[in-house]
């Protein structure tokens, strides 16, 4: 197919005020509607779902049509409307960009960082046409560089100079708004996973990263996937969208978190988690960051390509609504561990212990049993992505437990099909079903809400339909002990401490601890205490923060009575709390000796 030229929507990003946060963006309509064109912004961000209102960033906004200032008004909290014009329509606005997420946009005189559902008015009617951004350097910095899994356009002269400014390309609106932008002067580091490119790029301040490490313990957690999802071809996914894939990595104090893209992601982690030259042991916060490249890198296959039904398209105004995250979500959740475990970046004591605190998390919450995955999924617009004091008591994670459902999910097909088939020729299927062609072919397909069951028995022969109605569609606890036994490995639950249990969560503010969640049916709970109120005394004895707490609470027994004081807001109150037995809130899972198992 011939693409006119002019056809292209054009667009042009410059980071023109580091210092007050803002962008300013042009846009060019070659062919905008006789009626007036409508556009619009994003409401919220895929694969983060809440509704953000992207749009209340934008500061200024004016159209025009050759050269001649044309009207242009909010329709809606996401649209704006242009008077009618005949020509090209042009459209210039400016951004406020100073949120410090992997979700929106952030701007200074180090670098800018901006998802495309922050900075690029959609063109209603016209999602499909192709599009150009002309990148531009802020004023005063020379020396800043492009990176983005998004192409340079072709035959442009700066398509030669990698991580250039210049003309970069986007074959419909879905994609420009899918591949984030960093620019500044971060450090970089390149690796080959399977013959494909792939770069690291850490923005903000990390002294004597261990680049290389990082880089050779994502190369094997990236061909352990690949590996599992075109074991034949070893054919990597994102060469749809782009030459390369790339980790974006925004370094702060104490920041944890992703975005998943199709050619790329956005992380955020702790400096403190990052392995240092010259240091060997980089401890758990390591492998939590390698968990979380782990985890955005299967979402390469599993949710931008492999689709739920309803995210083919995605409809970018408005909550999509699934039940599915328990698959999108759970199931990545599951892998992203079992890859670094499989690629040999972490052992199998490691990986136990960390799935050993997953079970512990889970059970700790009343939630799950009044909420299923599925449930959570398809609230999370509302209830998920807007938590509260009371959440635990409310709510399960599709994330935590949706990965408790893909672990009994792969030990049951492992069990009924004599270990010859797995929960890894489940995700095959749905690649080559639904993800392999999702952004070469014609017709976009996506997982039916109900195509669960049916998927898994086509690909393993396993009657699965019980355990998911029970497990993701119902709130029952998965039967862990029984079906990781038959995996040979043993599951006790356990207390961390022999202190009597108050049944909160708590929250440290300045000199005073707070309670965050009273669980419900605990013992804060049973006498009144609630979220909120500021621990003031025990029997009297001061309590500031959890150490003088649990010194305090370790002086009695479990069944005993005792006084606490608290503040409710500014009235001071006492409670009788009789305490309960130390709460488990550990799980231990440890592999038996071979001569155990059979
Ligand atoms: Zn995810």
Not at 236 to 242: A, G, N, Q, R, Y
Not at 341 to 360: H, M, N, P, Q
Not at 387 to 412: F, M
Request: glycine share 8%; net charge negative.
């Amino acid at each position: 197919m011939v693409v006119m030229t002019n056809k292209f929507i054009v667009y042009s990003v410059t980071p023109y005020d580091p210092a007050g946060h803002r962008l300013r963006v042009t846009l060019q309509v070659p062919a905008p509607t006789p009626e007036g064109q409508e556009l619009f912004m994003p409401a919220w961000i895929p694969g983060s779902y809440l509704i953000r209102d992207f749009a209340r960033q934008v500061e200024t906004i004016r159209a025009s049509s050759r050269g001649q200032a044309i009207g242009i008004r909010k329709t809606g909290n996401h649209t704006w409307r242009c008077d009618p014009c005949a020509g090209p329509l042009d459209v210039e606005y400016t951004v406020y960009a100073w949120d410090l997420s992997v979700r929106s946009a952030h701007v200074d005189e180090t670098h800018a960082f901006f998802n495309g559902t922050s900075v690029f008015l959609g063109v209603s009617g016209q999602t499909d046409q192709p599009c150009r951004v002309q990148l531009n350097p802020p004023p005063h910095t020379g020396n800043w560089k492009v990176y983005t899994s998004m192409p340079l356009a072709t035959g442009h002269p700066d398509a030669a100079q990698r991580h250039g400014f210049g003309l970069y390309q986007a074959p419909d609106y879905d994609a420009l708004v899918d591949h984030p932008i960093e620019m500044g002067t971060p450090q970089v580091i390149s690796f080959t996973a399977h013959g494909a490119l792939h770069e690291m790029v850490f923005t903000g301040v990390a002294p004597n990263l261990d680049l290389e490490r990082i880089a050779a313990d994502t190369k094997r957690i990236c061909e352990a996937q690949i590996a599992l999802f075109e074991p034949d071809t070893l054919d990597v996914p994102f060469l749809d969208s782009s030459d390369r894939y790339v980790f974006m990595t925004m370094v702060t104090g104490d920041g944890y978190g992703g975005l998943e893209h199709r050619a790329s992601t956005a992380l955020m982690t702790s400096r403190h988690d990052l392995p240092v030259r010259g240091r060997d042991n980089a401890g758990k916060g390591y492998q939590d960051f390698l968990g979380l490249v782990s985890h955005e890198y299967f979402h390469t296959w599993n949710v931008k390509r492999i689709k739920p039904a309803v995210f083919a398209p995605y409809t970018l105004t408005q909550e999509n609504f699934t039940e599915l995250l328990w698959v999108f979500e759970g199931f990545t959740s599951y892998y992203d561990e079992l890859m670094l475990l499989r690629s040999g970046v972490i052992t199998e004591e490691d990986y136990l212990t960390r799935l050993g605190k997953v079970i512990a998390h889970v059970e700790r919450g009343p939630g799950r049993l009044k909420q299923s995955v599925a449930d959570s999924s398809f609230d999370a617009w509302t209830r998920f992505y807007k938590q509260d004091e009371n959440s635990p008591n409310a709510l399960v994670s599709y994330y935590t437990k949706g990965s408790l459902v893909a672990l009994g999910l792969d030990i049951t097909i492992r069990q009924a099909s004599d270990n010859q088939r797995s929960l890894d020729d489940v995700m095959r299927l749905m690649w080559q079903r639904y993800g392999r062609d999702f952004y070469r072919g014609n017709s976009q397909n996506g997982v039916a809400e109900d195509d669960m069951p049916a998927l898994i028995h086509e690909a393993t022969g396993v009657d699965v339909a019980d355990f998911i109605a029970r497990y993701a569609y119902g709130c029952d606890d998965i039967p862990l002990q029984q079906l990781l036994a038959a995996r040979g490995i043993t599951l006790e639950r356990k207390s961390a401490t022999d202190t009597p249990d108050l049944g909160i969560r708590t929250r440290a503010n300045g000199q005073h601890l707070s309670i965050a969640t009273a669980y419900e049916n605990g013992a804060a709970h049973r006498a009144g205490l609630s979220a909120g109120d500021t621990l003031v005394a025990i029997e009297g004895l001061r309590v500031t923060d959890t150490t003088s707490m649990n010194r305090v609470l370790s002086m009695w027994q479990p069944g005993d009575t005792v006084q606490v004081h608290v503040f409710r807001r500014d009235e001071l109150r006492s409670f009788d709390v009789t305490l309960d037995a130390p709460a488990v809130d550990q799980v231990v899972l440890t592999r038996k000796s071979s001569n155990e198992t059979q």
